[in-house]
């Protein structure tokens, strides 16, 4: 059964970047789609983006100046990186890994809060 | 971007009865090529991942209770719960997945009456 965990800093300083990073274990990562969704406290989900195994991703506009998805086969491992945080950055951050050949997020990680305080 | 609208924000249902929860969506989700709704639903207990319920609309992931089921094409579709034990207690989430950005519903909180 396949398994993610989110990893990285709970705490990043305004304008600073935010960087996280979502190990896959129990299987391998080639030949699905990855994703990463994230949820401030207390409200809905926002769709961040998601990678191919090849390297190809799709960003939502929202957020598509700043945001940098990128994945590391030899690792099992693909990582969000999120430039220029301000305070609504303050969210749990999921990564998620599609199902069957699909990009519908069917596997979620548990989930990692970053805060986005000075 | 394709918005979703679910109804109603909330929810009280008896044990043993229906539930029924509402989503639209801003524009078709139905892909005429292969007539599929690009449409997934979700469940989420505090402090836990969202997990994956239904999706291509009306079809249900792996080891999900056969109570629950997902109806509906194009713009409007339905998440029905046919027999509510306690353990459904949860938010709901509809998610398109037919255009980026994919775009989520507000939610829909269910609770035992």
């Known amino acids: 059964q396949v398994q993610l965990q989110e990893s990285g800093p709970g705490l990043v300083k305004p304008s600073e970047t935010l960087s996280l990073t979502c190990t896959v274990s129990?299987?391998?990562?080639?030949?699905?789609?990855w994703s990463w969704i994230r949820q401030p406290p207390g409200k809905g989900l926002e769709w961040i983006g998601y990678?191919?195994?090849?390297?190809?991703?799709k960003y939502n506009p929202s957020l598509k100046s700043r945001v940098t998805i990128s994945v590391d086969t030899s690792k099992n491992q693909f990582s969000l990186k999120l430039t220029s945080v301000t305070a609504a950055d303050t969210a749990v951050y999921y990564c998620?890994?599609?199902?069957?050949?699909?990009?519908?997020?069917?596997?979620w990680g548990q989930g990692t809060l970053v805060t986005v305080s000075s | 971007d394709i918005v979703m609208t679910q109804s109603p924000d909330s929810l009280t249902v008896s044990l043993g009865e229906r539930a029924t929860i509402n989503c639209k969506s801003s524009?078709?989700?139905?892909?005429?090529?292969?007539?599929?709704?690009?449409l997934a639903w979700y469940q989420q207990k505090p402090g836990q991942p969202p997990k994956l319920l239904i999706y291509?609309?009306?079809t249900r992931e792996s080891g999900v209770p056969d109570r629950f089921s997902g109806s509906g094409s194009g713009t409007d579709f339905t998440l029905t719960i046919s027999s509510l034990q306690a353990e459904d207690v949860a938010l709901y989430y509809c998610?398109?997945?037919?255009?980026?950005?994919?775009?989520f519903g507000q939610g829909t909180k269910l609770e035992i009456k």
């Open positions: 998620a890994r599609g199902v069957e050949t699909s990009t519908i997020p069917g596997y």
């Open positions: 129990g299987g391998s990562i080639s030949s699905y789609y």
């Open positions: 990678i191919y195994y090849t390297g190809s991703t």
């Open positions: 524009q078709s989700v139905l892909y005429s090529s292969n007539n599929n709704n690009y």
């Open positions: 291509w609309a009306s």
């Open positions: 998610q398109q997945y037919y255009s980026t950005p994919y775009t």
